[in-house]
């Protein structure tokens, strides 16, 4: 079988920050697994945001609006039809990751990571959905008119594959180094002609998943890689070298997805004390007003800076479409939610009062702690040596 990428040997600080994620990870996962109300509204938004920064990094850009409209199977508010396609080719993989990634004895081999690929991609069969490549591949800067990367010859990539698929068996070691070494494996094999970038962060994930700590909608980093896409580029640069170089050190790549992991961490820790301040307003205001319990999810959507339609509201709240205009209708009427546009295509924010609280709310947050202070800095100079990516 043909060799891969190894995982490099851990150093004192690199301990130290993976147990640090771990503390943050058992907090989170002993509050999420308590029966509350808004742990599904969060659950929702963190799926939201992991599909569209999973697809920004490929192009593929879509409004807050419209990844929480892939979660929730619903139509697109402004998104063209082949880049709706590209989202909801991803939201199916993903919620098959997110499903079948946890159940006890799931093992993943080289059938579940050609069906994931075909999830993706079944609506273009153009782009052999499934299928391994069969010609060379690479990587082009459009920006700087050069080649930056090219994928092993693509004879290699049935024995490459078959020796990752070998080694996702192999459960030693830290789960979150291990999801990271098969989502740098994956994206330098590059098997497919289409999707390898989102097929190695969708991976990812599903190796976690398997960790079966922290649901593996919440242990992804793909909304945090999808808000640092240069970095994320510039990792890759510097450890690929710009060609399958398996014999290449693998330490920045490892350290900047455990810096991912930690700062991850802390964004999820700190969105889920603000639900908790959020769902203590949103109490006061239901009882405050007499409104029924159900609004609350839809007080709570506006207070994420999403947008509230009636269809939704309807689906969610199990209610007759009246019903759900006249508590929509009400919670303008207080000043709480704003109507926009007519008839079919009337959609809610959050008004001027829950405008304020979402404002008080970001003043207060604390910045996030860099684990690695110089790491991206050691990246970014490592990536624009010559020859590199």
């Not at 990812?204 to 640092?228: C, K, M, R, Y």
């Not at 019903?323 to 295509?345: F, M, P």
């Amino acid at each position: 079988m043909g060799q891969l990428f190894e995982t490099p040997k851990l150093a004192a600080d690199d301990l130290v920050v993976i147990d640090e994620i771990h503390s943050i990870r058992d907090q989170l996962a002993a509050v999420l697994r308590a029966p509350k109300r808004w742990t599904g509204g969060l659950r929702r938004t963190s799926q939201a945001r992991a599909i569209q920064g999973s697809n920004s990094i490929e192009g593929y850009t879509v409004t807050d609006q419209d990844a929480a409209a892939a979660v929730e199977d619903e139509p697109p508010l402004s998104a063209d039809d082949p880049t709706w396609a590209e989202i909801r080719g991803y939201r199916r993989m993903l919620t098959y990751v997110v499903n079948v990634g946890a159940e006890p004895g799931f093992e993943i081999d080289e059938s579940s990571i050609r069906s994931m690929h075909f999830m993706l991609l079944e609506h273009d069969l153009s782009k052999s959905p499934g299928r391994y490549r069969t010609g060379s591949i690479y990587i082009h800067d459009d920006a700087g008119g050069r080649t930056v990367y090219e994928g092993p010859d693509p004879t290699a990539v049935p024995d490459l594959m078959q020796s990752l698929a070998s080694s996702l068996s192999n459960r030693d070691g830290d789960a979150i180094v291990r999801a990271a070494m098969a989502h740098l494996n994956l994206v330098m094999i590059h098997p497919f002609r289409d999707g390898n970038g989102r097929m190695a962060r969708a991976l990812q994930t599903l190796v976690l998943a398997q960790d079966q700590v922290l649901e593996p909608t919440f242990s992804s980093i793909e909304e945090w890689l999808g808000h640092n896409t240069q970095h994320y580029y510039n990792v890759l640069a510097a450890t690929g070298g710009g060609a399958w170089h398996p014999d290449r050190g693998a330490r920045l790549w490892v350290k900047f997805n455990l810096r991912a992991h930690h700062m991850q961490a802390q964004t999820l820790r700190r969105r889920v004390a603000e639900a908790q301040s959020q769902w203590e307003l949103i109490d006061s205001l239901i009882s405050q007003h007499g409104l029924p319990e159900r609004a609350g999810d839809a007080i709570f959507d506006a207070l994420l800076g999403l947008r509230v339609n009636r269809p939704s509201y309807v689906k969610r709240s199990e209610v007759e479409d009246r019903t759900a205009t006249r508590d929509l209708t009400r919670l303008v009427e207080l000043g709480l939610l704003e109507r926009h546009r007519q008839t079919r295509a009337r959609y809610y924010t959050a008004g001027g009062a829950l405008r304020e609280q979402m404002k008080r709310l970001r003043e207060q947050r604390e910045a996030l702690k860099d684990p690695y202070p110089g790491l991206i800095s050691e990246i970014t100079v490592e990536a624009t040596q010559p020859g590199f990516w």
